[in-house]
């Protein structure tokens, strides 16, 4: 912890006096953002990405963008290195897909609720924050959704190295739990799964899992990037199974 916090006092003192770098292409000159201005054009201004389906017990992905050199640049940047100033324009590139996804709940008449995907206590102490949490914060504050529920909560989870998708998606499934209250809150409601990055979906697919097995609807998710969807065979066979 104190070795954590020193790290951080000496990353501050060295921002003062050498200004960051632009995350993504690293020219001199970025703006308190943490991007040069063109970057920051590419990054936040408003897109949406919808990847192809993964499986079917993946929710619809609906992203600012695809998961990409800039995306892998911004949020690496944003996660592992003190750059919390990128989470304005990771934020603002979440708006858009956010209100539609609340927009097509709406249609229906339901109320979108939107459920971050935790952090490992492990992850947050290695970052010394809860990035999701942040950016969630971010967005509520700028009334892009107006009803959010911390429903899903995470223990250590194995190192998903080697593993093949479905063991991933088991894995990410035994290390989540709900809050002891999450069905009675989001009962009658459609969650939005939010988190940075889908790539293979496990993630998504055992959060959604978790919550449909309390009863609880999961309509959608909505991440700042998402890798081009990869139908592995192993996927295919299953969903076509349920
Ligand atoms: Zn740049």
């Known amino acids: 912890m104190r070795a954590t916090l020193m790290r951080r006092a000496w990353e501050s003192t060295l921002e003062l006096f050498f200004p960051a770098a632009c995350a993504v292409c690293q020219e001199d000159g970025a703006s308190r953002g943490g991007l040069c201005p063109p970057c920051q054009r590419q990054v936040s201004t408003a897109h949406v990405y919808i990847p192809g389906p993964r499986s ?33 324009c990771l934020a603002q590139a979440m708006a858009q897909p956010l209100r539609l996804a609340q927009e097509e709940i709406g249609r229906s008449g339901r109320t979108p609720v ?20 942040v950016l969630l914060r971010l967005l509520r504050a700028q009334k892009v959704f107006l009803h959010g529920y911390q429903a899903l909560r995470v223990s250590r989870r194995a190192d998903s190295v080697g593993l093949s998708l479905s063991q991933r998606e088991r894995a990410a499934f035994d ?5 002891p209250r999450a069905a009675g809150v989001l009962g009658g409601c459609a969650v939005i799964l939010v988190d940075d990055v889908v790539t293979t979906g496990a993630t998504l697919s055992a959060a959604a899992a978790a919550l449909r097995a309390a009863g609880i609807e999961v309509a959608s998710a909505v991440t700042f990037a998402a890798a081009p969807n990869r139908l592995a065979p192993e996927q295919r066979t299953s969903s076509n199974q349920r």
Not at 57 to 71: G, K, N, W
Not at 175 to 179: E, H, I, T
Request: charged share 25%; proline share 9%.
């Open 56 to 88: 079917l017990r993946c929710p619809p992905v609906i992203a600012a963008r695809p998961y990409d050199r800039t995306a892998s640049a911004v949020l690496n940047a944003y996660k592992e290195t003190p750059r919390r100033e990128l989470a304005t």
């Open 114 to 133: 939107v459920v971050g995907i935790p952090s490992t206590s492990a992850a947050r102490g290695r970052r010394g924050f809860d990035h999701m949490e």
């Open 175 to 179: 290390s989540l739990s709900l809050r």
